[in-house]
């Protein structure tokens, strides 16, 4: 009797994505951290920067969800608010870092004249430790949201851009690149068509773990005093805010640390089930 062999199909990017619950639950999470700081303040369920001097540190309750911070300000409205700051800010760290970070190592992998030059420029400024390069950037550009971006993105671009140069070394030498050369195409249509399109994994993977860690960075960079400006809202400007009222008022620093926390954890959490899903290795029939 003849029997039928049957052929597994490899998981697709959605059944490994969404394999691990770690990474569903992550995904969800961050999503709903997005969603509350843009969609509830717009529904004025909270006075958002009314100030009350009576109410001042008044407790997590009734009339205050999370508390009232020494101004009498509702945290739970100003937590909504600093993290739309929060979330820009890792954002725009992620998109001008991979951005840059495509540039250059692209230049770098494919022209050999130039990798020498570029790849000793990422060596020199990946040697500098993360926050103490973030610090100094800073502190020369100034404490606003666009500078303290514009720094941290200089801080992360050579992480982008040493793994873009590793996959270009690697993808410029296979046989349909050879092949576009041939046909004559342009060097700038082969670096983008041929070459960018089949290393935009890693890249993609990579601006998640960016973005985390700018918003952790931010956070500390704000409660050393040389982040955001004051006036501004952000977790790490809470944080930094209720740093003297820790004994007498913790849920000051509770709230935003733990939003920090899990946004950065997601993060991190979907970032890997990314790396899973966009590995090649995990689709080859087991």
């Given at each position: 009797?003849?029997?039928?062999?049957?052929?597994?199909?490899p998981?697709?990017?959605?059944?490994?994505?969404?394999?691990?619950?770690?990474?569903?639950?992550?995904?969800?999470?961050?999503v709903?951290?997005?969603?509350?700081?843009?969609?509830?303040?717009?529904?004025?369920?909270?006075?958002?920067?009314?100030?009350?001097?009576?109410?001042?540190?008044?407790?997590?309750?009734?009339?205050?969800?999370?508390?009232?911070?020494?101004?009498?300000?509702?945290?739970?409205?100003?937590?909504?608010?600093?993290?739309?700051?929060?979330?820009?800010?890792?954002?725009?760290?992620?998109?001008?870092?991979?951005?840059?970070?495509?540039?250059?190592?692209?230049?770098?992998?494919?022209?050999?004249?130039?990798?020498?030059?570029?790849?000793?420029l990422?060596?020199?400024?990946?040697?500098?430790?993360d926050?103490?390069?973030?610090?100094?950037?800073?502190?020369?550009?100034?404490g606003?949201?666009?500078?303290?971006?514009?720094?941290?993105?200089?801080?992360?671009?050579?992480?982008v851009?040493?793994?873009?140069?590793?996959?270009?070394?690697?993808?410029?030498?296979?046989?349909?690149?050879?092949?576009?050369?041939?046909?004559?195409?342009?060097?700038?249509?082969?670096?983008?068509?041929?070459?960018?399109?089949?290393?935009?994994?890693?890249?993609?993977?990579?601006?998640?773990?960016?973005?985390?860690y700018?918003?952790?960075?931010e956070?500390?960079?704000?409660?050393?005093?040389?982040?955001v400006?004051?006036?501004?809202?952000?977790?790490?400007?809470?944080?930094?805010?209720?740093?003297?009222?820790?004994?007498?008022?913790?849920?000051?620093?509770?709230f935003?640390?733990?939003?920090?926390a899990?946004?950065?954890?997601?993060l991190?959490?979907?970032?890997?089930g990314?790396?899973?899903?966009?590995?090649?290795?995990l689709?080859?029939?087991?």
């Amino acid at each position: 009797m003849a029997t039928v062999s049957q052929t597994h199909q490899p998981p697709g990017f959605r059944d490994v994505l969404f394999a691990r619950r770690s990474t569903v639950v992550a995904l969800v999470c961050f999503v709903v951290i997005v969603l509350a700081c843009y969609v509830l303040p717009t529904l004025d369920l909270t006075a958002i920067g009314k100030m009350s001097v009576r109410n001042r540190l008044t407790p997590p309750g009734a009339d205050y969800f999370l508390g009232a911070d020494a101004f009498g300000r509702d945290v739970l409205g100003r937590l909504l608010v600093a993290g739309q700051t929060s979330l820009q800010i890792g954002l725009g760290v992620a998109i001008l870092s991979s951005s840059a970070g495509i540039v250059i190592g692209l230049v770098a992998g494919f022209f050999r004249r130039l990798d020498t030059p570029l790849s000793r420029l990422i060596d020199a400024m990946m040697a500098f430790p993360d926050i103490l390069l973030a610090l100094s950037l800073v502190a020369i550009f100034g404490g606003t949201v666009g500078n303290v971006i514009l720094a941290l993105s200089i801080v992360y671009t050579p992480r982008v851009a040493r793994i873009v140069r590793a996959s270009t070394l690697v993808v410029r030498e296979l046989p349909y690149v050879e092949a576009a050369r041939a046909l004559g195409s342009s060097t700038l249509t082969i670096m983008v068509t041929h070459v960018l399109r089949n290393i935009l994994s890693p890249i993609l993977v990579q601006a998640t773990f960016i973005f985390a860690y700018a918003m952790l960075a931010e956070a500390g960079l704000t409660f050393l005093g040389v982040g955001v400006d004051p006036s501004t809202p952000t977790w790490g400007t809470m944080v930094n805010e209720g740093r003297q009222y820790i004994d007498n008022a913790f849920f000051l620093i509770l709230f935003p640390g733990v939003a920090i926390a899990l946004s950065v954890l997601s993060l991190q959490l979907v970032g890997d089930g990314l790396r899973d899903a966009l590995d090649p290795k995990l689709n080859k029939e087991t």
